[in-house]
């Protein structure tokens, strides 16, 4: 039975060495056998061996799982991006609808009281009210909302929105 306790690669057709321990009859009573030879004498190998060729690809499959780990990073960030604006977007409009709403039922009054109350609710909906004018028996809201989307880039999502009395 041979055991393979070291081997070395200089480089493709540099010498290589090997030492074995040969059991009792390969090299003599538990004597040891050297074997030399150029790089190519190894292609087969036994396992546990490296050709020389193959010490410049170590950590290569590191390098690439990095890669693809650092591109689904990118790609979360920008869906949490696209998702936040989206959100910020929708979150304008619900206050924007409910700001003219709750002007409309104040529009009898006048425009400072109209707009005094679709404010409050326009603020309990988490933007602020940009404008605000009534026409008529129509309110007419425009509330924005400031999103960051990702760190140190802040957006602003704005809507308008229009209620009043039905017509027919």
């Known amino acids: 039975m041979t055991v393979v306790l070291g081997a070395t690669a200089m480089g493709l057709g ?6 074995a ?21 190894w292609a087969g190998a036994p396992a546990g061996t490296r050709r020389a060729g193959w010490r410049d690809d170590r950590g290569g499959a590191t390098i690439c799982l990095l890669a693809v ?10 869906g949490a991006g696209v998702g936040a604006a989206r959100v ?10 409910f700001g003219a709403l709750a002007g409309t039922a104040r529009a009898l009054a ?5 707009c005094a109350r679709a404010a409050e609710l326009v603020a309990a909906n988490g933007a602020q009210l940009v404008w605000c004018r009534l026409d008529g028996l129509d309110v007419l809201v425009t509330a924005e909302v400031i999103v ?21």
């Open 14 to 19: 540099e010498v290589v060495s090997m030492t």
């Open 21 to 41: 321990v040969a059991g009792a009859g390969a090299a003599g009573r538990g004597g040891v056998a050297a074997v030399s030879g150029t790089a190519d004498d």
């Open 69 to 78: 780990g650092l591109l689904f990073v990118v790609a979360g960030l920008f």
């Open 88 to 97: 910020a977007r929708q979150q304008a409009r619900v206050a924007a609808d």
């Open 110 to 114: 006048d425009e400072p009281a109209a």
């Open 148 to 168: 960051d989307p990702l760190p140190g880039m802040a957006r602003t999502a704005r809507a308008t929105s229009r209620a009043g009395p039905l017509r027919g």
